[in-house]
């Protein structure tokens, strides 16, 4: 008798140990299944364009160079935000000057001009002059208006300079900029 009730707690350890049967688990669970839609939309606020400066042809130095554009930076911003009430940004930055190998060139950009598709309008504007480094970024205009939906920047060749370093190689150089448009959402 002893070996029968050990055999019956052991058979009753056994099954509440074992998982249950894999049509219990579907019959106990169930499934809803709705639809989730995404719509994907064009920012409100963007760069339309952007003209990079140019730059002529110049002598090697054994000395560091400050050099001048020979064409303007333009950047063309489109804003159809409806609360119009926040600025935007527009951020500045050479990350690389190279011709196969990289070099350190130092990028100024004074003040540029703000225009406006609307004639009259008042645009609250805070143009900047930068003196950037490799690869920091720095803000050049900060704007907004409540009508406007073209904006113009123009920076003037006269006010756009390369420092470059003494000794660079002959050759063709290739620089990257990047421009950058912030949205800086308003906060209730």
Known sequence: MKKRIEFVFVGLLLCLLLPAPAFAQEVSGEEDQTPMNVTIVESPIKLEKVTAPTFETYQKSAHEQEIQATGDLLIAVRDQRENKKSPWQLT?????????????????????????????????????????DPNETATILEAYSSQSTKYYYQIEKQRIHLELPANLPVGEFVGQQIVTLLNTPEID
């Open 92 to 132: 500045y930055q050479l990350s690389t000057f190279t011709n196969g190998q990289e070099y350190q060139v130092k990028v100024l950009l004074g003040q540029g001009k703000l225009s406006t598709d609307q004639s009259g309008e008042v645009v609250q504007a805070t143009p900047q002059k930068i003196a950037a």
